[in-house]
């Protein structure tokens, strides 16, 4: 069955320093696989995906990921973290069930930024 | 402006007490998915419909309804909360020619005493 592993339940860190948030997903075939934010008392909002093509995928607010077939993983990274950037960042896969395009989400990472 | 509006955002109620929360999209969207997030469980998939009349159980369907009478809108409907569906709902659409191109709405936070 299809799963997404986010192993770190909370990360706190400096701003101005790098991020990496970890995700692994199990799926048998060629997956494709989303990061959203959630920001406190607001909805999803889709940061990048990856559904095919170059591995590293950019997306919004300086984010970016890599897609790396032989670790099934595919993390989430920032040079230089910025306050606004606390948030609940969730990992997904796209699953297809019963002939909808469903979406698998992992536990979420917390993420704290210190001043 | 393209949206998900939920309603509504905060609930609380009284087990047993039947109660609705809407969907309403304004984007002509035919999927419309409703979630569930718990603290350390992520998101679930409760119930989707692909389009009008056409709904079907998610992963946690138990203790919910839904039904699709049109396109825009899509409620989820508690027959019978319980205090074990205290929970953040969210509701998402997206077009059947956008692969997972999902809009989510803001979310109603609902708690059941």
């Known amino acids: 069955a299809q799963s997404v592993t986010q192993p770190d339940i909370h990360i706190t860190v400096s701003e101005g320093a790098s991020l990496e948030l970890r995700c692994n997903y199990s799926y048998g075939a060629t997956p494709y696989l989303f990061w959203y934010v959630q920001s406190p008392g607001q909805g999803l909002q889709l940061l990048l995906k990856y559904f095919s093509g170059d591995t590293l995928v950019q997306g919004i607010k300086g984010f970016e990921a890599e897609f790396k077939r032989s670790q099934s993983s595919f993390n989430l990274r920032k040079p230089s973290v910025h306050w606004s950037d606390a948030a609940e960042y969730f990992c997904?896969?796209?699953?297809?069930?019963?002939?909808?395009?469903?979406?698998?989400f992992g536990a979420g990472t917390r993420l704290a930024v210190h001043p | 402006e393209a949206q998900v509006t939920q309603n509504p955002r905060y609930l609380i109620t009284v087990t047993g007490k039947k109660l609705t929360v809407t969907c309403s999209q304004n984007?002509?969207?035919?999927?419309m998915s409703w979630y569930r997030q718990d603290p350390g469980l992520g998101l679930r998939q409760i119930y989707y419909?692909?389009?009008?009349?056409?709904?079907d159980k998610g992963d946690v369907p138990e203790g919910y309804k839904v039904s699709r009478k049109e396109k825009r809108n899509f409620p989820l409907i508690l027959e019978s909360p319980s205090p074990n569906q205290t929970s953040l709902y969210f509701c998402?659409?997206?077009?059947?020619?956008?692969?997972?191109?999902?809009?989510f709405g803001s979310g109603t936070r609902l708690t059941v005493v």
């Open positions: 997904a896969v796209g699953a297809r069930s019963g002939g909808y395009n469903k979406l698998i």
């Open positions: 419909s692909m389009n009008v009349e056409v709904t």
């Open positions: 998402a659409s997206s077009s059947s020619g956008e692969v997972y191109g999902y809009t």
């Open positions: 984007m002509n969207h035919e999927y």
